[in-house]
């Protein structure tokens, strides 16, 4: 397919996408699937980012987290499944019956089972005098996540799909209007006053929002409170880093291109405009428009003259905030050290003061419980981490950085051990990364997991949708609409690809 000729200089590409995230590959292939020229450029030397992985010694780890939303069959929510079959590509998922096992302080021990009213009468069980609250926080997530399950999920910045949208589902949208600019710990006090029951609604949303319900949006909140019973959490077979393995090869069926090892140093403007990017490695290329799925700081400050950041761009930084990164320990262990019945996802906290701090609360995915095909026999793959902030791993010597991974590593097993007793003796492989790993594996700012509000927000209100103040610039990925997820950055992508679609006349 020949690139739309409008100027004339040379313009390589109609879109060039930087960086392979998910939120980067679902806007390359949609575009790509309606005849744009693409190219994708990851500095790596696969695709996925933060939904990447690794292999050693016959373990397969997934880079993040193992809870995938956006894997269902049915409705519209499903964004996975829609963005893969878009270039004609599938993945075999396997459902995970329990989407997260807690154990919280005081003993509180609760599963969310897959099966909705299941998880409701284990919780009511625990929170008798609280039922009807219970029910009535959780009903009022299925009404977002219903709304946002009737329509298609494209470019709020169109007006044209705005307005087709609201004609063939008015009560939907305006329901949406009504969540958007609403938090769900507002609407959880509105219903529920036991203190230790809304702490555990904090938890239900830090363990995915790294932010209490208080700072937690209720459209995203609706999304993963009801998707999880709807759609469920499946996990990719062969690993999450199936994802975009498949998104690039439906990209390329689709006639677009991807090179790795391919650093974009910056973003190239003519008379204010983006036209291009320049490599590390000095190659240039052209495009008509330009994505860039880098977070929103490595884009305005590393990617473009940050002494010209646009005023939106500042107000934006004044209102987010960059999340903690991780401590992450990818273990090896041998199958015994689980008992029976184990689950695959587990969040672990001795002390609510902690949920928030450094290596406070502990998130802990087995992928192997789902698929054994990523371990040696005999073995499983446990993957823990917990929030960690890069200054705490700087200014330290090649030894004291190593030493400092093996005494918090330490420290993690000790506290696992609690849930699997015989994890210290029972280990075979072990591997330690930490913020300055995902900053520089991920060529995130800081290792962030992404923005958070810098103080309470008016729900999703303050989050920017694809457009930048730059003509010819777009943002994908988790610093834009909706924000972190998986599911989150395909919406993204999703509605990135539509936008520069009408933009390119496509
Ligand atoms: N369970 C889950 O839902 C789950 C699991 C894993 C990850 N995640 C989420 O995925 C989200 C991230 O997705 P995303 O799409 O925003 O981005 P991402 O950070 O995953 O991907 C960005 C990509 O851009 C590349 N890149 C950055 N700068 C570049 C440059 N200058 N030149 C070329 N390439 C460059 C990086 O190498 C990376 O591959 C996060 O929110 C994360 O939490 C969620
Ligand atoms: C027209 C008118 C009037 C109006 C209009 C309105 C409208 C239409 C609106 C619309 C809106 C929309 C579309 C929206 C959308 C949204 C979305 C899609 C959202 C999504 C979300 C999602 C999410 C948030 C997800 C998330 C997830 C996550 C983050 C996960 C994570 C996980 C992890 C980390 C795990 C851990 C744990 C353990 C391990 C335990």
Redesign the pocket.
Same mark, same amino acid.
């Given at each position: 397919m020949n690139a739309i000729a409008i100027t004339k200089t040379k313009v390589d590409y109609d879109v060039i996408v /930087?960086?392979?995230? /998910? @939120?980067?590959l679902v806007t390359a292939t949609q575009l790509a699937a309606k005849g744009a020229k693409v190219l994708v450029?990851?500095?790596?030397l696969i695709? !996925? @980012? =933060? &939904? !990447?992985y690794f292999e050693r010694e016959g373990y397969r780890f997934?880079?993040? &987290? =193992?809870? /995938?939303?956006g894997f269902g069959t049915e409705g519209t929510t499903n964004l996975l499944t829609r963005a893969l079959a878009a270039v004609g590509m599938k993945i075999e998922t396997i459902p995970d019956p329990v989407q997260i096992h807690y154990h919280l302080p005081d003993g509180l021990e609760l599963k969310v089972h897959r099966h909705y009213e299941k998880f409701l009468q284990e919780l009511i069980a625990i929170f008798p005098h609280e039922a009807k609250g219970i029910r009535r926080f959780y009903d009022q997530c299925w009404q977002v996540f219903n709304c946002l399950n009737a329509m298609d999920l494209l470019s709020l910045e169109e007006p044209r799909y705005l307005m087709r949208v609201f004609f063939q589902h008015p009560f939907a949208c305006l329901g949406l209007v009504k969540y958007l600019p609403q938090n769900a710990g507002d609407i959880a006090r509105r219903y529920i006053s036991d203190p230790r029951l809304l702490k555990f609604i904090d938890m239900e949303c830090y363990c995915?929002s790294v932010m209490p319900a208080s700072h937690t949006p209720m459209i995203n909140a609706g999304m993963v409170f009801s998707d999880r019973h709807y759609g469920g959490i499946n996990y990719p077979k062969g690993g999450?880093g199936q994802i975009a393995q498949k998104l690039v090869e439906g990209l390329e069926k689709a006639g677009g291109e991807i090179q790795y090892k &391919?650093?974009?140093?910056k973003i190239l403007l003519e008379n204010g405009k983006a036209v291009g990017v320049k490599l590390a490695n000095g190659k240039e290329y052209r495009a008509h428009r330009i994505v860039s799925? &880098?977070?929103r700081w490595?884009t305005f400050e590393?990617?473009l003259p940050p002494e010209q950041m646009p005023a939106s761009e500042k107000r934006w930084q004044q209102r987010y905030q960059k999340s903690p990164s991780f401590l992450s320990l990818h273990l090896g262990v041998k199958a015994e050290v689980l008992p029976p019945q184990t689950e695959c996802h587990h969040i672990v906290l001795e002390d609510w003061e902690k949920m928030e701090t450094a290596e406070g609360t502990i998130f802990v995915s087995i992928p192997t419980l789902l698929d054994p095909s990523l371990a040696p026999e005999g073995h499983h793959i446990i993957h823990t981490f917990t929030p960690s902030w890069l200054e705490d791993w700087q200014g330290l010597s090649p030894q004291e950085y190593e030493e400092k991974k093996e005494t918090a590593a330490a420290k993690l097993i000790h506290r696992l051990e609690a849930i699997f007793p015989g994890l210290a003796a029972g280990l075979d492989y072990q591997e330690v990364g930490t913020p300055r790993t995902h900053r520089r594996?991920?060529?995130?700012d800081d290792g962030t997991? !992404?923005p958070v509000p810098s103080r309470k927000l008016a729900g999703l209100l303050g989050m920017p949708f694809n457009r930048t103040a730059i003509d010819g610039l777009y943002c994908? @990925?988790? =610093?834009t609409f909706p924000?972190? !997820?998986?599911?989150?950055?395909a919406f993204s992508?999703f509605a990135c690809g539509h936008r520069v679609a009408v933009d390119l006349g496509l």
């Open positions: /930087i960086g392979s995230g /998910i @939120g980067g450029l990851e500095r790596y695709p !996925g @980012g =933060s &939904a !990447g997934d880079v993040g &987290a =193992s809870m /995938i939303f995915w999450v &391919a650093r974009v140093s799925n &880098a977070t490595d590393k990617l594996f991920l060529g995130r997991y !992404g994908v @990925g988790d =610093s924000g972190q !997820g998986l599911n989150a950055v992508g």
